[in-house]
């Protein structure tokens, strides 16, 4: 387990919707100082809200490993981050869980290998994009996946969208997390 956790796992990472663009290579035992620098920065020039992160992950690719140091870091840091380990698969997704995002500066959202897999994280995924074009910021983490996958909807986003398309299970239309 120790060694799993000193495993050196590169992300690609940048940013969205703010004055900080470009692509920086982190690892995970020091990429948090980089990632949580770039969070500050930002942090500072944004007016005050109910939560300061959103995290939108699979829980079963990064729920426990990448997403858990991530969200220990930015909380023990002072930064009020939203994650919800409470819905379990097959529920719908919760107003709550909306409105949180809305309540939020910006969101983080870990793109992993099953991500687009699960219509919770696409429902997350839709709203984090109506709040962007709203002024609500987005910071994308690539973990084991290639940022052209998510871009140009290939790979596994590209596969699980068609099916959502198909089923009409976005927006909100339930469904739970699969």
């Known amino acids: 387990m120790k060694e799993r956790e000193n495993e050196r796992k590169k992300i690609s990472f940048f940013c969205s919707g703010c004055s900080l663009h470009g692509v920086f290579e982190i690892e995970t035992q020091n990429g948090f100082r980089k990632l949580l620098y770039t969070l500050f920065f930002f942090y500072s020039f944004h007016p005050q809200r109910i939560h300061d992160v959103f995290l939108s992950f699979r829980g079963e690719d990064t729920g426990f490993t990448f997403t858990d140091h991530l969200y220990k870091a930015l909380v023990g840091r002072g930064i009020r ?6 819905l379990r698969i097959g529920e719908a997704i919760a107003l ?11 969101s983080i959202i870990v793109f992993s290998e099953n991500y687009a897999r699960s219509t919770w994280c696409l429902d997350e995924l839709v709203k984090i994009m109506e709040c962007k074009d709203m002024g609500h910021a987005v910071f994308p983490i690539f973990y ?5 996958e998510v871009r140009k909807q290939s790979g596994r986003f590209g ?6 398309k198909k089923t009409g299970r976005t927006r909100y239309q339930g469904g739970g997390r699969p």
């Open 81 to 86: 981050t939203f994650r919800d380990n409470q």
């Open 96 to 106: 709550e869980l909306l409105k949180a995002i809305e309540e939020s500066r910006f």
């Open 144 to 148: 084991h996946v290639e940022p052209s």
């Open 159 to 164: 596969e699980a969208l068609p099916v959502m």
